[in-house]
């Protein structure tokens, strides 16, 4: 393997690493703006099946809660070719009911 192959490699895992973290934002500003595009753009693929479905089903949950915040802690990527996780957040919600 030649250095400009190793160097390419190694950036391409840096780029795979830092896309992870970011979806996860785009998740929880979705969640909190109930910005459809934005949660939408979090999804990959058939990951979640029917994403605009679990997004409905979300909205609906959610419409009686005033305020929520999701924590995005200790993040760590394992990259495997196409797949990375495990990731976690942690949810805070104040609700009406």
Known sequence: ???????S?????IE???????CMLRYTRGVGRRDL????????GDAFGDVEGFIDWG??????QT??????????SEIDGDTAGPSYM???VTSTR
């Open 1 to 7: 393997m030649t250095q400009e192959t190793q160097l």
């Open 9 to 13: 490699d190694r950036v391409a895992r």
């Open 59 to 64: 909205f609906a949950y959610r419409s009686h």
């Open 90 to 92: 942690r949810p805070l």
């Open 16 to 22: 795979a690493r830092d896309e992870v973290p970011a």
């Open 67 to 76: 305020r929520y915040q999701h924590d995005i802690t200790n993040h760590t």
């Open 37 to 44: 595009t934005l949660l939408c753009s979090a999804s990959y």
